[in-house]
């Protein structure tokens, strides 16, 4: 397989797919096992130097600097997709000056908006589709390409030779290029005929003006394809003669009379599919491809790099042949007319086969500068696995025998009386209380012993070693200085500084780069997204003041249970007695303020212990977790029948933050902003609080009802963080102040990093109830039958049933199109962090079964560059698309504006706060370069008194907003008492 490759100039229009067409330029998955390994490593490097990402805000992109810093270095140009209009300066005003620039001379490949914008900058317009279409699949029509592109038997005359008709592919536009305005010169190659959607338009007067974009041209009539049965047949007769409304184009589909006749019977196969249902319902079809009929330009509506899509890898070959076949012709014409630039086209092609070729380090740097979006991600050197010959700290583990279980019970019992008021800086366990789940593997409890605060923008870290004593660290004098760049820092010198060898000694082989082995655990709040995006949002007027936005506690002593082999494993860092050399600056910088605070008397707040505490610690934490195992609970623990009430009796009656009528109003204009090709998806969130009673009881830390919680909900990302107290809720001298906590049952994996930088993202879309946990089924559960015969009916009932669910489930069309949204965007987050040709979909919307539902999940892995730090990975994926919507960059501005209400200043301010805790990421980085993360959500954010839950949903399109406002309740009710 060749591995030639010219150099690529990818402009990104801020959507969360562009990376993915990265994957394009590998070969497919069974060309990519073909490949020895020395090509698949040459050809990623390959990618790695010759392909460049620029926003479309770049300053290189403007004329001036292009001709002179760009166009001289890069042999073909693709246009990604991206949210907005191709006819709006701000969405595409550098793209479509390239496409009308007469001395570009580069083949440009148009991607979804892209593609609207090649039209757009020809003097074609582009509308409303009839058929919104978002993370669903069309079938392509395709057509002959124009006569001029075929100059040999041999050549590449079309973007989509080779694709068969009837192909499938994905599409996220509610916008299309206008038939009726298509200028001349380009020529239509594919076009589609989906199902008109059902769903009513947004309701008029719910979205405020200033939320949207300036409006588009929507045609008068809004009217599709009507196919009634007579339409059917003249239709197969002649694809030429397809009934059209005059506003949708019936003169420039005409040159649909160029496809060949198989064609012609599309519509029927489409009623086949449809069944009887074909008479009542209406298809609209839409242009999918284009292609200039004289300069290389090509255009496709729809996603090639989408996982869902079939053909892409063709596709993007096609583009690349066509490349090359335009440099060949270009160095033919200039030999021909005796040009002086006729060595320079053809010394292109030649340099596509030399390994060193690459594009100039100006431009490389600039491209990984955008990648990273002004990261920290060549701050520090990779992490060393060689270990110095001093280090300031020495990792220490010990573990017990096996034993026999590993109860509900006896993991509350050794929480309470070994961690839970232990530390003055607060206790962690981060708990998998679904133990059947298969990625419930390990438990950790954690003593903390300091805490670092962060607030967005503050530029200042508060570090704390309980809620009496502070001190601040400030970050680099930069504008770009972030808690983001200084954890990645904090964590890599960390690293560095540790000798693990002896710990390292205790492990299995397969627990060595899994384990939280010391380290700092906590929550990345939704608001850092302000970094994490380069965002300027401006905090709300209603945002709680003493709020932190990230903290994360320090644990140099972690117990960890292997819930697969039954086994505990302590982890202790000590200070190692051979150090003579200073520690690094970050660590420096927080060693500074942790001298203040044991000035003050805080003397646990510290790197590391003395080796002999860190042993005696370790031995004596062993034989209690030994001793408390299987002993009766001290705790009032409610079984499962009981644990739902229990939960709800302790809990006050929660109102919504935004009322019901609100609620539905945005989400009428979220489905307004996806209609106008804003956002395909919009996850929109609510919060609902309520007031504890006055503390009378023992719980002043909301452990108790931690407790209660767990059992109602377990999950295999459970975690009870207690954090320093900045609130108080009680009153009265003789009366105790209840603190701050995160009571947390999280079913979702953020993301995994191990040790040796493997990453692993699971994101869940989709839910059904099981066999017996629906509505009004309790009685088909197992257990209560009269007979023995009841009991194997009902147990048939349930086999048979979950199997249909699973079926249901697996084939929701509306569920897996969320699912996929968010697939896409993740791989595309993996790219910009790990090697291209390591991020891989092993688990594509399978569906899982639980204790009580089914679920649709989805698994994606990939491979972290040595260069990227573990929390710039993470920084890079942040917020969890699953929380956002995508493209997420846009969906997150807007959702801020739906959410918050900033549009209008008569909004009570107490309306305006904000997510905080909610749909960030809560879990640990480890001292090793690991990390483990979850989604915050189903999950209770206590402060003093006040407590809280979020919940929500993604809005599409198709979305009705009575039932998403009743699927929010569901997913609060099933938890607490509401007042909506």
Same mark, same amino acid.
């Given at each position: 397989?060749?591995? @030639?490759?010219?150099?690529?100039?990818?402009?990104?229009?801020?959507?969360?797919?562009?990376?993915?067409?990265?994957?394009?330029?590998?070969?497919?998955?069974?060309?990519?096992?073909?490949?020895?390994?020395?090509?698949?490593?040459?050809?990623?490097?390959?990618?790695?130097?010759?392909?460049?990402?620029?926003?479309?805000?770049?300053?290189?992109?403007?004329? =001036?600097?292009?001709?002179?810093?760009?166009?001289?270095?890069?042999?073909?140009?693709?246009?990604?997709?991206?949210?907005?209009?191709?006819?709006?300066?701000?969405?595409?005003?550098? =793209?479509?000056?390239?496409?009308?620039?007469?001395?570009?001379?580069?083949?440009?490949?148009?991607?979804?908006?892209?593609?609207?914008?090649?039209?757009?900058?020809?003097?074609?317009?582009?509308?409303?589709?009839?058929?919104?279409?978002?993370?669903? @699949?069309?079938?392509?029509?395709?057509?002959?390409?124009?006569?001029?592109?075929?100059?040999?038997?041999?050549?590449?005359?079309?973007?989509?030779?080779?694709?068969?008709?009837?192909?499938? $592919?994905?599409?996220?536009?509610?916008?299309?290029?206008?038939?009726?305005?298509?200028?001349?010169?380009?020529?239509?190659?594919?076009?589609?005929?989906?199902?008109?959607?059902?769903?009513?338009?947004?309701?008029?007067?719910?979205?405020?003006?200033?939320?949207?974009?300036?409006?588009?041209? /929507?045609?008068?009539?809004?009217?599709?394809?009507?196919?009634?049965?007579?339409?059917?047949?003249?239709?197969?007769?002649?694809?030429?003669?397809?009934?059209?409304?005059?506003?949708?184009?019936?003169?420039?589909?005409?040159?649909?009379?160029?496809?060949?006749?198989?064609?012609?019977?599309?519509?029927?196969?489409?009623?086949?599919?449809?069944?009887?249902?074909?008479?009542?319902?209406?298809?609209?079809?839409?242009?999918?491809?284009?292609?200039?009929?004289?300069?290389?330009?090509?255009?496709?509506?729809?996603?090639?790099?989408?996982?869902?899509?079939?053909?892409?890898?063709?596709?993007?070959?096609?583009?690349?042949?066509?490349?090359? @076949?335009?440099?060949?012709?270009?160095?033919?014409?200039?030999?021909?007319?005796?040009?002086?630039?006729?060595?320079? =086209?053809?010394?292109?092609?030649?340099?596509?086969?030399?390994?060193?070729?690459?594009?100039?380090?100006?431009?490389?740097?600039?491209?990984?500068?955008?990648?990273?979006?002004?990261?920290?991600?060549?701050?520090?050197?990779?992490?060393?696995?060689?270990?110095?010959?001093?280090?300031?700290? /020495?990792?220490?583990?010990?573990?017990?025998?096996?034993?026999?279980?590993?109860?509900?019970?006896?993991?509350?019992?050794?929480?309470?009386?070994?961690?839970?008021?232990?530390?003055?800086?607060?206790?962690?366990?981060?708990?998998?209380?679904?133990?059947?789940?298969?990625?419930?593997?390990?438990?950790?409890?954690?003593?903390?012993?300091?805490?670092?605060?962060?607030? *967005?923008?503050?530029?200042?870290?508060?570090?704390?070693?309980?809620?009496?004593?502070?001190?601040?660290?400030?970050?680099?004098?930069?504008?770009?200085?972030?808690?983001?760049?200084?954890?990645?820092?904090?964590?890599?010198?960390?690293?560095?500084?540790?000798?693990?060898?002896?710990?390292?000694? #205790?492990?299995?082989?397969?627990?060595?780069?899994?384990?939280?082995?010391?380290?700092?655990?906590?929550?990345?709040?939704?608001?850092?997204?302000?970094?994490?995006?380069?965002?300027?949002?401006?905090?709300?007027?209603?945002?709680?003041?003493?709020?932190?936005?990230?903290?994360?506690?320090?644990? &140099?002593?972690?117990?960890?249970?292997?819930?697969?082999?039954?086994?505990?494993?302590?982890?202790?860092?000590?200070?190692?007695?051979?150090?003579?050399?200073?520690?690094?600056?970050?660590?420096?910088?927080?060693?500074?303020?942790?001298?203040?605070?044991?000035?003050?008397?805080?003397?646990?707040?510290?790197?590391?212990?003395?080796?002999?505490?860190?042993?005696?610690?370790?031995?004596?934490?062993?034989?209690?977790?030994?001793?408390?195992?299987?002993?009766?609970?001290?705790?009032?623990?409610?079984?499962?029948?009981?644990?739902?009430?229990?939960?709800?009796?302790?809990?006050?009656?929660?109102?919504?933050?935004?009322?019901?009528?609100?609620?539905?109003?945005?989400?009428?204009?979220?489905?307004?902003?996806?209609?106008?090709?804003?956002?395909?998806?919009?996850?929109?969130?609510? @919060?609902?609080?309520?007031?504890?009673?006055?503390?009378?009881?023992?719980?002043?830390?909301?452990?108790?009802?931690?407790?209660?919680?767990?059992?109602?909900? &377990?999950?295999?990302?459970?975690?009870?963080?207690?954090?320093?107290?900045?609130?108080?809720?009680?009153?009265?001298?003789?009366?105790?102040?209840?603190?701050?906590?995160?009571?947390?049952?999280?079913?979702?994996?953020?993301?995994?990093?191990?040790?040796?930088?493997?990453?692993?993202?699971?994101?869940?879309?989709?839910?059904?109830?099981?066999?017996?946990?629906?509505?009004?089924?309790?009685?088909?559960?197992?257990?209560?039958?009269?007979?023995?015969?009841?009991?194997?009916?009902?147990?048939?009932?349930?086999?048979?049933?979950?199997?249909?669910?699973?079926? #249901?489930?697996?084939?929701?069309?509306?569920?897996?199109?969320?699912?996929?949204?968010?697939?896409?965007?993740?791989?595309?987050?993996?790219?910009?962090?790990?090697?291209?040709?390591? $991020?891989?979909?092993?688990?594509?919307?399978?569906?899982?079964?639980?204790?009580?539902?089914?679920?649709?999940?989805?698994?994606?892995?990939?491979?972290?560059?040595?260069?990227?730090?573990?929390?710039?990975?993470?920084?890079?994926?942040?917020?969890?698309?699953?929380?956002?919507?995508?493209?997420?960059?846009?969906?997150?501005?807007?959702?801020?504006?739906?959410?918050?209400?900033?549009?209008?200043?008569?909004? *009570?301010?107490?309306?305006?706060?904000?997510?905080?805790?909610?749909?960030?990421?809560?879990?640990?980085?480890?001292?090793?370069?690991?990390?483990?993360?979850?989604?915050?959500?189903?999950?209770?954010?206590?402060?003093?008194?006040?407590?809280?839950?979020?919940?929500?949903?993604?809005?599409?399109?198709?979305?009705?907003?009575?039932?998403?406002?009743?699927?929010?309740?569901?997913?609060?009710?099933?938890?607490?008492?509401?007042?909506?």
């Amino acid at each position: 397989m060749s591995l @030639q490759l010219p150099r690529i100039l990818i402009v990104d229009h801020f959507d969360s797919y562009t990376l993915n067409l990265l994957s394009l330029l590998h070969p497919a998955d069974a060309q990519q096992c073909q490949l020895p390994l020395n090509d698949r490593q040459e050809l990623t490097r390959r990618i790695a130097d010759r392909v460049l990402v620029l926003p479309h805000t770049h300053p290189l992109l403007q004329p =001036a600097a292009f001709h002179e810093l760009v166009r001289p270095y890069v042999d073909a140009i693709i246009l990604s997709p991206g949210p907005g209009s191709p006819d709006k300066a701000a969405d595409f005003g550098a =793209a479509e000056t390239l496409l009308k620039d007469e001395s570009l001379r580069l083949p440009v490949f148009g991607v979804c908006l892209g593609h609207q914008g090649l039209a757009v900058a020809f003097g074609g317009q582009v509308t409303r589709a009839i058929s919104v279409r978002h993370g669903l @699949q069309s079938k392509l029509k395709i057509t002959e390409p124009p006569l001029s592109q075929a100059t040999s038997q041999h050549a590449v005359s079309s973007i989509l030779q080779g694709v068969p008709q009837d192909a499938l $592919v994905v599409r996220y536009n509610s916008l299309i290029v206008d038939p009726d305005t298509l200028p001349d010169c380009l020529h239509i190659t594919a076009w589609s005929c989906d199902q008109v959607s059902t769903a009513p338009p947004p309701r008029p007067g719910t979205t405020r003006k200033d939320a949207l974009p300036a409006p588009l041209r /929507v045609p008068a009539e809004h009217a599709a394809v009507s196919l009634k049965h007579r339409d059917l047949a003249s239709l197969s007769r002649s694809p030429s003669t397809i009934p059209l409304s005059s506003r949708n184009g019936s003169e420039r589909l005409s040159d649909l009379g160029d496809m060949p006749s198989s064609v012609a019977t599309s519509v029927d196969d489409l009623a086949e599919v449809e069944g009887s249902q074909i008479l009542e319902h209406t298809f609209s079809p839409a242009i999918m491809a284009l292609q200039h009929k004289i300069l290389p330009f090509y255009g496709v509506q729809f996603h090639p790099e989408s996982i869902e899509s079939n053909w892409g890898h063709t596709i993007m070959s096609n583009f690349l042949d066509l490349v090359r @076949q335009y440099w060949q012709q270009q160095a033919s014409r200039q030999e021909t007319e005796k040009s002086a630039t006729s060595s320079e =086209a053809r010394g292109r092609i030649i340099a596509w086969d030399e390994a060193g070729l690459a594009l100039p380090m100006h431009l490389r740097l600039a491209g990984e500068r955008c990648l990273a979006s002004h990261s920290c991600a060549h701050a520090q050197p990779a992490a060393s696995n060689h270990v110095a010959d001093k280090r300031a700290f /020495v990792l220490l583990a010990n573990r017990s025998p096996a034993i026999p279980s590993d109860r509900s019970a006896d993991m509350v019992r050794i929480f309470d009386k070994l961690f839970r008021r232990t530390s003055p800086a607060g206790a962690v366990w981060l708990d998998s209380a679904r133990l059947k789940d298969p990625h419930s593997r390990y438990s950790f409890m954690a003593l903390p012993s300091f805490v670092l605060s962060y607030r *967005d923008g503050s530029q200042h870290i508060v570090v704390s070693g309980d809620e009496n004593c502070t001190s601040k660290v400030a970050l680099s004098g930069s504008k770009d200085a972030s808690l983001w760049s200084f954890m990645n820092d904090l964590q890599r010198q960390l690293q560095n500084s540790i000798d693990s060898t002896a710990a390292s000694q #205790i492990l299995d082989d397969d627990q060595q780069g899994n384990l939280f082995r010391t380290g700092f655990s906590g929550y990345w709040g939704y608001e850092m997204k302000n970094e994490s995006l380069q965002l300027e949002i401006p905090a709300p007027v209603g945002s709680n003041g003493n709020a932190f936005d990230a903290e994360f506690l320090y644990c &140099p002593r972690v117990l960890a249970f292997d819930h697969h082999l039954h086994q505990w494993i302590a982890f202790a860092l000590v200070e190692s007695s051979s150090l003579t050399a200073p520690l690094p600056t970050c660590l420096a910088k927080v060693d500074g303020a942790l001298e203040d605070l044991r000035g003050n008397g805080k003397s646990w707040s510290r790197w590391a212990l003395g080796k002999a505490d860190a042993e005696i610690w370790m031995q004596e934490t062993l034989e209690s977790v030994l001793a408390l195992s299987g002993q009766a609970p001290s705790l009032s623990l409610p079984d499962s029948a009981q644990s739902a009430a229990a939960f709800r009796s302790a809990m006050p009656l929660l109102k919504p933050r935004m009322l019901a009528e609100d609620y539905m109003d945005q989400i009428e204009s979220a489905r307004e902003l996806i209609a106008a090709g804003e956002s395909y998806e919009l996850c929109m969130t609510n @919060q609902f609080q309520g007031r504890l009673p006055p503390l009378d009881t023992a719980d002043a830390d909301h452990f108790d009802l931690y407790c209660k919680l767990r059992a109602r909900n &377990p999950a295999p990302y459970s975690a009870f963080i207690r954090l320093p107290s900045f609130t108080t809720g009680g009153t009265g001298p003789e009366r105790q102040n209840r603190g701050r906590a995160i009571l947390s049952t999280s079913p979702e994996r953020f993301m995994r990093i191990t040790a040796d930088g493997h990453v692993e993202m699971k994101p869940i879309k989709g839910t059904l109830a099981r066999a017996g946990f629906g509505p009004g089924e309790q009685g088909m559960r197992a257990g209560g039958g009269a007979t023995h015969q009841e009991e194997r009916n009902k147990l048939a009932w349930r086999e048979a049933e979950d199997a249909a669910r699973r079926a #249901i489930l697996s084939a929701d069309i509306k569920e897996r199109a969320e699912n996929l949204m968010i697939v896409d965007l993740i791989r595309a987050d993996l790219l910009s962090f790990c090697n291209s040709d390591s $991020v891989a979909v092993p688990k594509l919307m399978q569906v899982e079964s639980y204790e009580t539902v089914h679920q649709l999940v989805t698994t994606v892995t990939g491979q972290l560059k040595a260069s990227v730090g573990t929390t710039e990975a993470i920084r890079r994926c942040f917020p969890p698309g699953s929380m956002t919507g995508a493209p997420k960059r846009r969906s997150v501005q807007l959702l801020e504006r739906l959410e918050l209400n900033l549009a209008d200043a008569e909004r *009570d301010d107490e309306l305006r706060a904000r997510r905080g805790i909610y749909s960030g990421a809560l879990g640990w980085l480890g001292c090793d370069g690991a990390a483990d993360f979850s989604v915050v959500i189903r999950t209770l954010i206590a402060d003093g008194d006040d407590v809280s839950i979020g919940a929500g949903g993604a809005i599409t399109y198709l979305s009705d907003a009575k039932k998403e406002w009743q699927e929010v309740l569901d997913k609060v009710t099933a938890l607490a008492n509401i007042d909506a």
